[in-house]
């Protein structure tokens, strides 16, 4: 082992605290932490010059795979010339043209203005905060709460963790946070007293797929149903396309499957194509309208970071637009998805080990199950975990959820590169 892998292995153990991981397990003398050195398209190379396919896209974010020159080019152009200014009483170019250039994506006077972060939770975080304060300043101080569904996943800020269904996520926070009214699925909200109704300030959603829940999916049609609902009751309908934004369902967003225009749509992971931090929470004129009027009313949106709108991560994510467009990447995803599909259905016959299997696009979630029948794994086994670090073995990267196998390979993969890493999961999917 080279001195320089055995020095990096030994800092890290000593001094870098990883997320959502247990450390006592991480830094167990048998564990080796793999560091990844480089990338190039949908290829990681670690440090020791082996390579793997990114199967779950660098947990979601990548999109036209790793260190696309086109992209790397226009970040370096454009660190030569600013790297970061504020966006509290400033403004700078990749910004604007980056608001402009979202807003075009969807159909004229919907989503009309765009509110910077810097990642999912606080896109989720901005558009909670705008309709509550909405709902203030429209004198409807009573619409205060948000309805969410069970195992939804909205990042983990104290405010979008409390939106969140997942009890593990939340089990050490104190009541902090919104109002919650959850639901299993659409059809609970006939259940709704007209009182509790008229105490709702917004709906949200992950589209079609909720991704740390498993990847488990919504039924077709649900996100209409909920758009009707929620007009019907003046309720604002809040998407969260942090994970489901940008081609990963086969269209540019989720939405657009079931032609619904969200009241406020909150984008992360995908919007750089995976390179840099940035998020994105779009709304209507509606919305921006009541916070109009002078300083003394203090109608503002006090709400801001220091990082809002960085030109880096903005011209990154203007490059990665105009790759969609220049390499027609949404045109060249049914054959992509097509591999996926019928690679995942002729393996799951053959692999005793795999239950339900689901995909929307270039997402699918493959439910491990017991070999003593079709019963669930007994979570402590962490099965899912050992899987995914057996695959390595052949060439893959991946993290279960669970007892669910994830692949979500960047859209750049070639279906070839799609089939292999179904291959390398169903090579590592023997039971323990
Ligand atoms: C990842 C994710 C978030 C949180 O995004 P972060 O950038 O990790 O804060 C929120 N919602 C969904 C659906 C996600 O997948």
């Known amino acids: ?13 000593a001094h870098f605290w990883h997320p959502f991981t247990q450390m006592q397990e991480w830094v167990a003398s048998e564990e080796d932490p793999l ?33 696309h020159p086109a992209i790397v080019a226009a970040v370096r152009e454009q660190l030569g010339r600013l790297d970061h200014c504020s966006a509290l009483g400033f403004s700078n170019e990749p910004a ?54 069970d195992q939804a996943y909205h990042g983990d800020t104290v405010g979008a963790a409390s939106l969140g269904g997942v009890s593990l996520f939340r089990a050490h ?53 909920l758009r009707q609902w929620c007009d019907q009751h003046d309720v604002f309908l809040i998407l969260d396309e942090v994970m489901t934004g940008f081609g990963r369902t086969g269209k540019m967003f989720a939405c657009e499957h079931e032609d619904v225009i969200p009241d406020f749509l909150c984008l992360a992971k995908g919007l750089t194509g995976g390179v840099l931090p940035l998020a994105a929470t779009l709304t209507t ?31 990154a994510a203007l490059a990665s637009l105009q790759v969609f467009e220049d390499e027609r990447v949404i045109a060249g995803l049914p054959l992509k998805i097509e591999a996926l599909r019928s690679s995942l259905a002729i393996r799951a016959r053959e692999t005793p080990s795999w239950g ?49 196998l994830v692949l979500m390979p960047p859209l750049c993969a070639e279906p070839e590169e799609i089939i292999a890493a179904v291959d390398a999961l169903q090579k590592a999917s023997i039971w323990p």
Not at 124 to 141: D, F
Not at 190 to 216: F, H, K, V
Not at 288 to 302: D, I, M, R, V
Request: neutral net charge; hydrophobic residues 40%.
């Open 1 to 13: 082992m080279s001195d320089l892998l055995a020095e990096l292995r030994r800092l890290d153990k």
């Open 35 to 67: 560091i990844i050195a480089s990338g190039r398209g949908a290829t990681l190379t670690d440090l020791e010059g082996r390579t793997y396919f990114d199967g779950n896209s660098s947990i979601w974010t990548n999109v036209h795979g790793h260190c």
């Open 96 to 149: 604007i043209r980056l608001a402009a250039r979202l807003v075009e994506l969807f159909p004229p006077h919907t989503l009309t203005k765009v509110f910077f972060t810097d990642n999912g939770s606080t896109a989720i975080e901005c558009a909670c905060r705008m309709a509550a304060q909405y709902r203030q300043l429209a004198g409807e101080s009573h619409r205060t709460h948000f309805i969410a569904f």
């Open 173 to 225: 926070e104190a009541a902090a946070g919104y109002p919650v009214i959850r639901l299993a699925d659409a059809d609970q909200l006939a259940d709704l007293s007209a009182e509790t109704i008229a105490s709702c300030n917004a709906l949200i959603i992950e589209p079609l797929i909720q991704g740390a829940a498993g990847m488990r999916t919504w039924p077709p049609g649900m996100l209409r149903r």
């Open 285 to 315: 004129d509606r919305v921006y309208e009541a916070f109009l009027g002078t300083s003394a009313e203090a109608k503002t949106f006090f709400y801001g970071h220091s990082y809002c709108g960085n030109p880096l991560a903005c011209t």
């Open 356 to 404: 339900e299997f689901r995909q929307v696009g270039l997402i699918a979630g493959i439910d491990l199950i017991a070999d003593t029948g079709a019963g669930p794994l007994d979570p402590d086994l962490l099965t899912g975990a050992r899987i995914c670090r057996r695959v390595r073995a052949h060439g893959l990267l991946t993290r279960p959820v669970r007892d669910t």
